[in-house]
């Protein structure tokens, strides 16, 4: 699916990732943890395509294309989903006018025709129940006076209406109240399949109860330090990441 | 009925034969350029008018030759020489163009861009007479269906001719010939222009539109417009086409006059599209206009604007609010890009009680343009319990353009409440990413998060003229986030 490798990237001359490499086939999901600043945000941004980060190193290659050489808007066309952290509003802008654009336009990418309003609807109607999303919010501005909660729905809503190959989750967990997370994380679950796979930036292992990861890694200053199974969840929820900060350093 | 358009009326008309099918021969007809008392006499005798029509004008000319040219307003542009212009050229060309081939392949492409289809694209570049001869046929059954009800709608000359006692009555009551320089200068030598008269308790069944009145030929430079809605009657008027409008003229100085008589109605909708200038600020219209209506007692008039061109911009819609439980709306979006300038806002007068009025106003400023916002809300002595409320936004999309906002408030009765608010923002980054990530490209995005920004005002115009709209400001601000 994704094939990172020795990425390096720096902002206004500071340099975020420093080597970073990561492998994520199909169907699998990884979990990527890591302390405050260490650039899971940002490797999250690269991935879309944000344009302010340069890339100084290194390759990613997505689905055998070189993911680098695509436009922000066409990696979200191959199948690239990210669920941001901070979710924008749009303010005059309603959620179904947005996602009906957001569609519309990916299936014109892939040569698929556009949705008829009736049909488009009633997929609204379904998706809308996997994360349990009031149905009042479709018809606001995008994310324009949801509450915290409400914004990591509606992302994972999104997630569920534009059905993308690779969905990276930025702390989709923060904000969330314990029923809500298992709402969004069950919502996650049964959008996986076999063909598609799944990053899920978090700080807690609670979240990973659910969502459970194939795989867990530790980014710390711009790498990845520490690879492992979810058991390591569980031991950086113990012992934080002293121990690694340690070994990392040697 | 009650949702019959114009363009559904053209798709009506659009198979029927042609039924009138000649040609006139149109003889160029100008005077010599410049401005004196003799310009205005022969303007005067050239169109036939009566004795009154002539001394209101020469009246305007003595008033404006004791005026000079405002220059509070935040624009800058080099002024034109009164004496370097032709006042009189009539009757006005209809054909622009010799043929397709010689329309500016840019404003094509614009029109394409519009969704405007090529026939009508032809019309409106003046190109072929038969499509102008086309729209005289809509334009006559149009006129047959306002007849029945006693609506008049007709060009401004004809009505001095046809309809003198009403014109007489209301012209200039709501601008005096003093008014300012622009509005004197208008009512000393204006060409021709709307009249329309809506009589008590009559409801149009249509939006009116300049668009389909006959001889309108091409947009005067100094255009002279008079609504009347008598007694309890509502009229929804549009002006203006969403394509873009050359001219060689480049100062442009309309006067629109709109009068509301008791628990009337008047909804004047405007897309403004003059020529701004090239991306380096050359050439480009100077809109300098005058507009204003008065209400009588539970009356409404509501201003919408769309204005996205013009290189300098200079307009004011208003409101007297004379009679009790009146109300003033303002609606407006005005976009600027590369190097054009706009001054717009309103002005609201309360002077009865309970009087009422409502200011949203967006600007949107690109590359190097400079916008302003410039409102009056003035709450007289007698408005007992009277209510404004104003918004403005300003949206930055670069960081070369400027946003500046003048309200000023004038308030004589301390029962009145007055809100304001005033937002700036900067067309943000972080909007575009999230789009662009959802698929959404970037010329897309952009005028999904402008018209968003823009829709309480967009809302306020007729269902196709606010897709036209749409998709307008979108093409004015292609390629300008920066
Ligand atoms: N525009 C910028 N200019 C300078 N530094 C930046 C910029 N954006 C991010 N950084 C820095 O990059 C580092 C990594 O930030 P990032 O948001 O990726 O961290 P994170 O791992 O997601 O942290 P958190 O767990 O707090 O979300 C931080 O030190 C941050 O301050
Ligand atoms: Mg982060």
Redesign the pocket.
């Known amino acids: 699916m994704i094939k990172i490798e020795n990425l390096h990237a720096s ?2 001359g ?1 340099e ?1 990732l420093k080597g970073l490499n990561l492998e994520v086939n199909a169907g699998e999901v990884h979990a990527i943890m ?12 690269i991935l879309a395509g944000r344009e ?1 980060y340069e890339i100084t190193e290194g390759s990613i290659l997505f689905e055998g294309k070189d993911l680098l050489e695509l436009s922000t808007e066409d990696r979200a066309r191959e199948g690239l989903f990210l669920a941001f ?1 901070y979710p924008v509003e749009i303010p005059g802008v309603s959620n179904i006018n947005f996602l009906r654009t957001s569609l519309n336009e990916i299936k014109e990418y892939r040569g698929e025709n556009p949705l008829s309003a009736k049909d488009f609807m009633k997929m609204v109607r379904e998706k809308s129940t996997i994360v349990e999303l009031d149905s009042k919010l479709a018809n606001r501005s995008v994310n324009v006076g949801f509450s915290g909660g409400e914004k990591k729905r509606n992302e994972i809503f999104q997630m569920a209406m534009l059905d993308p190959k690779l969905a990276i989750l ?2 989709t967990d923060s904000g969330l109240d314990i029923d809500a997370l298992r709402i969004v994380a069950n919502g996650v679950n049964k959008l996986k399949t076999p063909q598609n796979a799944c990053i899920v ?1 978090t ?1 807690y292992q609670r979240l990973l109860d659910y969502i459970v990861p194939d795989f867990v890694h530790v ?1 710390f200053d ?1 790498k990845i330090v520490k690879t492992g199974t979810k058991e390591l969840a569980l031991i950086l929820e113990e012992k934080g990441y002293d121990w690694i900060k340690e070994s990392a350093a040697v | 009925m009650a949702n019959y358009t114009e363009n559904e009326l053209a798709k009506d008309l659009e198979n029927q034969e042609y039924k009138f099918g000649f040609v006139t021969d149109i003889e160029t007809d100008k005077a010599p350029v410049g401005l004196s008392e003799d310009i205005i006499r022969l303007i005067s005798s050239k169109k036939n008018e009566p004795e009154w029509m002539l001394s209101f004008r020469l009246n305007a000319f003595e008033v404006w030759k004791k005026m000079t040219e405002p220059e509070w307003a935040h624009v800058h542009y080099k002024k034109p020489d009164f004496q370097e212009i032709t006042y009189y050229a009539a009757p006005k060309q209809t054909k622009k163009y010799e043929s397709w081939d010689d329309v500016d392949p840019e404003m094509k492409e614009t029109m394409t861009k519009l969704g405007i289809s090529l026939e009508e694209q032809q019309r409106l570049s003046g190109v072929a007479v038969d499509f102008v001869m086309d729209s005289v046929s809509v334009a006559t059954s149009f006129k047959e269906k306002l007849k029945e009800l006693g609506i008049i709608f007709c060009s401004f000359s004809d009505a001095v001719q046809e309809y003198p006692e009403l014109v007489k009555k209301y012209m200039g009551t709501v601008i005096p010939t003093t008014d300012n320089f622009y509005a004197s200068l208008n009512s000393a030598v204006f060409t021709d222009g709307s009249f329309c008269y809506i009589p008590k308790g009559i409801r149009c069944p249509m939006e009116l539109s300049t668009y389909f009145r006959i001889n309108a030929g091409g947009t005067g430079q100094f255009e002279r417009t008079l609504v009347i809605a008598d007694e309890g009657s509502y009229v929804s008027y549009l002006e203006g086409c969403t394509a873009p409008q050359r001219d060689e003229n480049q100062l442009h100085a309309a006067v629109v006059e709109l009068i509301a008589l008791e628990n009337a109605e008047i909804k004047y909708s405007t897309v403004q599209n003059w020529y701004p200038g090239n991306k380096q600020g050359k050439g480009g219209v100077f809109n300098f206009v005058t507009k204003r209506g008065i209400c009588e007692r539970r009356a409404k008039i509501s201003w919408t604007q769309v204005e996205t061109g013009s290189a300098v911009t200079w307009k004011y819609p208003s409101c007297i609010l004379k009679g009790d439980y009146s109300v003033g709306e303002f609606y407006s979006v005005a976009v600027t890009n590369n190097y054009q300038q706009a001054d717009t806002g309103t002005k609201m007068i309360h002077l009865g009680k309970h009087t009422k009025s409502t200011i949203i106003s967006k600007g949107i400023s690109a590359g190097k343009s400079q916008n302003s916002y410039r409102g009056l809300v003035q709450i007289h002595k007698n408005a007992q319990q009277s209510r404004n409320f104003s918004q403005c936004d300003s949206l930055l999309m670069s960081d070369q353009c400027g946003a500046h906002t003048f309200p000023y408030i004038e308030c004589k009765n301390p029962s009145a409440k007055i809100e304001h608010e005033a937002t700036t923002s900067k067309i943000g980054e972080d909007q575009l990413f999230y789009c662009m990530q959802r698929g959404i490209s970037e010329e897309k995005a952009i005028s999904l998060i402008v018209n968003g920004y823009c829709k309480e005002v967009l809302n306020q115009l007729p269902m196709e003229f606010a897709v036209e709209a749409q998709k307008l400001l979108a093409i004015s601000l292609e390629g300008s986030v920066g």
């Not at chain 1, 890591?34 to 941004?45: H, I, V």
């Open positions: 902002i206004d500071k975020i890591g302390p405050n600043g260490a650039g899971k945000s940002t490797l999250a941004s302010e952290q930025d702390e930036i700080h980014l711009g």
